[in-house]
């Protein structure tokens, strides 16, 4: 039967080709409804036109680029204008009061925060302080976000009477003192970077000594309990 089916069509295509007869249109199914599908793809244009919309504003100028959260962040050569130590006492300040140990300060968390040091805000003023340095506007504050604090306050660009310049000043973390100065040629500009590389490496240094010396200090401490011990056998 294939083999018969097979010779059908194949004298069937060679009657067409010489002429001996039409061809036969063959009938294409209608398309099914998609209407469930219209949906998802109005939301799919409406958020294409809104990203579209969003680059030409920063094309021309009218919007601000918002910078993730999620950004991979070297606070120790972003933030070049504080020492390493000023660094790692943020962060220290920053984890102590991360209560969700989650990365990120929320708003009951700032309010802990404040409510500790000794300067509680209202509602409002809490969110008031996460806005003045939440770049991608997540309404809470990742590390880089709570060092912006300490830089803008170190800049004076921080209101008197704002939460953040309170938040800065009973931090008990002077930034008043260092800062990045503006060189006026390029040699004052060289002699300042190798300064501040300089700094970097003394300051790293320093913590390696550190380090050595608690760990020459806690094998002396074995070193005496297993003598202490040994003289109780």
Do not use: W
């Amino acid at each position: 039967m294939a083999t018969e089916e097979l010779s059908s069509k194949l004298s069937r295509r060679l009657q067409i080709e010489e002429g001996s007869e039409d061809p036969v249109a063959v009938d294409v199914p209608e398309p099914q409804d998609r209407s469930d599908e219209k949906p998802s793809t109005a939301n799919a244009d409406s958020e294409l036109g809104a990203k579209l919309m969003r680059r030409g504003e920063l094309n021309e100028g009218q919007g601000e680029h918002v910078q993730p959260s999620m950004k991979v962040c070297n606070p120790y050569t972003e933030f070049k204008e504080f020492s390493r130590k000023q660094i790692k006492d943020m962060e220290g300040m920053f984890k102590m009061y991360d209560a969700g140990k989650d990365n990120y300060i929320d708003l009951m968390e700032l309010k802990l925060m404040m409510e500790k040091l000794g300067a509680p805000q209202t509602h409002l003023g809490l969110k008031n302080m996460i806005k003045e340095v939440d770049e991608d506007l997540d309404n809470k504050l990742s590390f880089r976000e709570f060092l912006l604090i300490f830089r803008k306050a170190a800049a004076g660009e921080l209101a008197e009477d704002s939460g953040l310049s309170v938040l800065a000043r009973l931090s008990e973390i002077d930034v008043s003192t260092e800062g990045v100065k503006g060189a006026k040629t390029f040699f004052e500009a060289k002699v300042h970077a190798i300064n501040e590389s300089s700094r970097f490496e003394a300051e790293i240094r320093q913590e390696q000594e550190a380090k050595k010396k608690q760990a020459e200090e806690q094998k002396q401490r074995q070193a005496a309990f297993k003598e202490l011990k040994s003289a109780f056998k």
